[in-house]
């Protein structure tokens, strides 16, 4: 079965610093893996995805995640955070009809 | 397009009402889910539907009803509101030529 851990529920970085963000999956099949990000009382917007071609997948924004199988990880960076990244991200797993398998979250915070 | 949209924004039940949440999305998509979003939990999929006449269970099913007449709608019925339905409802949409869903903006559902 299809599963995903995100490593800390909230992360804080001051504007211009790197932003790190922890996803570790687990599956039985070779994976599609998505980072979504949910503005307040927004839905949800895809960031970025992977789906097996290069290991390294830039999505909006700036942010890049990269695809390393021997650690099951597909962590989410930006080199130099910005007040409008502020929001809730999600990395999902797909688990069978494409349904999304998704993570606890990870609220990140940027302060000036 | 207007993509996936969703009524109401919100909602508030007593125990034991009845309501449908409403979704629709105008991309011809045949693909369709309802996941509910709560605190430190992620997204959990309650039902989807891979086209018109076809829905399933997801993991967390119990409580809710879907049925899909149309390619365009996918409403979610709560028959007997509890506290424990208190949450934020997403419904998403994708074709089956790519992974990648699109959400609306949600529902914010509170039952007293």
């Given at each position: 079965a299809q599963s995903v851990t995100q490593l800390g529920s909230h992360v804080s970085v001051s504007e211009g610093a790197l932003v790190l963000l922890r996803c570790n999956y687990s599956s039985s099949v070779p994976p599609y893996l998505f980072w979504y990000v949910q503005y307040p009382n927004q839905g949800l917007q895809l960031l970025l995805k992977y789906?097996?071609?290069?290991?390294l997948v830039k999505g909006i924004n700036g942010f890049e995640a990269e695809f390393k199988k021997s650690e099951t990880s597909f962590h989410l960076t930006k080199p130099s955070a910005h007040m409008s990244d502020a929001a809730e991200y999600f990395c999902a797993v797909t688990g069978g009809y494409n349904k999304l398998i998704f993570g606890a979250g990870t609220r990140l915070a940027v302060h000036p | 397009n207007a993509g996936v949209t969703q009524t109401p924004k919100f909602r508030i039940l007593k125990i034991g009402q009845s309501m449908t949440l409403q979704c629709t999305q105008d991309?011809?998509?045949?693909y369709m889910y309802w996941y509910r979003q709560d605190p430190g939990m992620g997204l959990k999929l309650i039902y989807y539907s891979v086209g018109a006449g076809i829905t399933d269970k997801g993991e967390v099913p119990n409580g809710y009803n879907v049925s899909r007449s149309t390619t365009e709608d996918f409403p979610l019925r709560l028959e007997l509101a509890a506290p424990s339905q208190t949450s934020v409802y997403f419904c998403a949409s994708r074709t089956d030529r790519t992974d990648t869903q699109y959400f609306g903006p949600g529902t914010r559902l509170t039952v007293l």
């Open positions: 789906t097996s071609a290069a290991t | 991309m011809n998509h045949n």
